[in-house]
């Protein structure tokens, strides 16, 4: 037996994005269900850094409590142009209050808050361990079939949005095409017991062997992520070790080690966000370099605007293709420039034929006036 069921909107994917994105049209009163392959939220810490614009959305949802709860606030960032010299400070406490910080939180517990926040008000909201077998779209709305175990189910709704990652079947499906590419760096990261005198502050080192990151998260661990060598495609624990100590002479401890992987810097951005009922958001839509740390909290600025520009098609205030194709070039011009954010971050950690001279500019950029502008690129202010 097939079972029927109909909705506002059909969100594919209980990633941060995708169940953020159940929170706001929970909040404006649009009815949705999730849908998702996984059979239940998994275990990385991947993604960890939360931004200022993002706290206020959470805050906005009632939620900024529970991530101030679990997170960890980073006050300060330092950089270094090598192990012992520390070039300057960054300052969160310029940002706007009341979020003078980024956040940490592993991806794992943002996912937590923002399920348990959904299914406190809507137990049966997210149905997950299924796979979607087929969807199309008519004029006036969208069939979406999956099986969960032996059962076929058959969905309507008036919207579909594919917040289903970077490999997103609703994008593939629709001949929507990815463009964009891998850079020629590589990373690699890790969760280690934090042996630093460091505390809450981030740091940087920028020096001409590689750039190194290295962030707090709660329970005394701190990531780092190291660009990796040239000549290095995947780098095991002991060499990430190795890159680690050489570049800032901190010896980590690979046995505290809860999370290692290596990954690429690369870009995507879909042709079309929104293809009539169709519509893409979060790293099906866009995918920014991890290194500044900005894919997931884009994707969350996009869902919330995307929340308010479905409430408003649905109610029709307005012509539903003015108005989604309105969020669509907002959305897409943020989603650009957070791409090139990304790439500037990266820059700064190459090889440079004058190292002086970048330590130099880069002094200067952490100095009054120029730090409030670097402060804003660094916390996402003017993509929100
Ligand atoms: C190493 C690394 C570090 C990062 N750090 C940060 C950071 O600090 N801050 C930041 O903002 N961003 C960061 N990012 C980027 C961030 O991880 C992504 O932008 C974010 O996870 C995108 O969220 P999403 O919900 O769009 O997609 P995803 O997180 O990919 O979630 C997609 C969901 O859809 C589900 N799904 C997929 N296919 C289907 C299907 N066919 N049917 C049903 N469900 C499906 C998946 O199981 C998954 O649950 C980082 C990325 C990497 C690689």
């Known amino acids: 037996m097939t079972i029927r069921e109909h909705y506002d909107v059909i969100i594919v994917g209980a990633g941060p994005v995708g169940l953020f994105l159940g929170l706001r049209l929970m909040q404006l009163g649009v009815s949705f269900i999730i849908l ?61 209050k009341p979020f003078t910080y980024v956040l940490t939180l592993p991806q794992y517990h943002t996912e937590q808050i923002l399920q348990e926040a959904l299914l406190e008000k809507a ?16 004029e006036h709305q969208v069939e979406i079939k999956y099986l969960q175990g032996p059962k076929k189910y058959n969905l309507t709704s008036s919207y579909l949005i594919g917040c289903d990652g970077k490999n997103s079947i609703i994008r593939e499906r629709s001949d929507i095409p990815f463009e964009g590419g891998k850079y020629p760096y590589r990373y690699a990261m890790g969760d280690f017991e934090d042996n630093t005198k460091f505390e809450s502050n981030a740091v940087v080192y920028i020096g001409n062997s590689g750039l190194v990151e290295s962030f707090p998260l709660s329970g005394n661990i701190r990531r780092w992520v190291a660009e990796l060598p040239k000549d290095v495609h995947d780098c095991s624990l002991p060499q990430f070790c ?19 992987s290596n990954f690429d810097g690369e870009h995507y951005l879909a042709g079309k966000f929104n293809l009539g009922r169709i519509l893409l958001i979060g790293d099906s839509a866009h995918v920014v370099s991890p290194i500044g740390g900005q894919g997931m909290n884009l994707g969350w600025m996009g869902a919330w605007h995307l929340g308010e520009a479905l409430q408003n098609t649905l109610k029709q205030k307005y012509s539903s293709g003015r108005f989604l194709s309105n969020w669509e070039k907002r959305h897409r011009k943020k989603a650009t420039k957070a791409i090139k954010r990304a790439e500037f971050n990266m820059a700064l950690g190459q090889k440079s034929k004058w190292p002086e001279l970048r330590s130099y500019i880069v002094k200067y950029l952490l100095k009054f006036p120029l730090n409030n502008l670097i402060v804003r690129r660094f916390t996402m202010r003017g993509l929100n």
């Open 123 to 138: 137990p049966d909201c997210i149905r997950r361990g299924l796979e979607i077998t087929s969807f199309r779209q008519s």
């Open 36 to 96: 998702e392959k996984r059979a239940a939220l998994h275990s990385h810490s991947r993604s960890i850094g939360i931004h200022p614009p993002s706290l206020e959305l959470f805050d906005e949802i009632g939620l900024s409590e529970q991530f101030l709860n679990k997170g960890t606030c980073i006050r300060k960032g330092k950089a270094f142009r090598d192990a012992s010299h520390c070039i300057g400070t960054l300052d969160f406490d310029l940002c706007p």
């Open 242 to 260: 190795e890159i680690i100590l050489r570049r800032t002479n901190f010896e980590l401890n690979k046995s505290t080690v809860t999370m290692f």
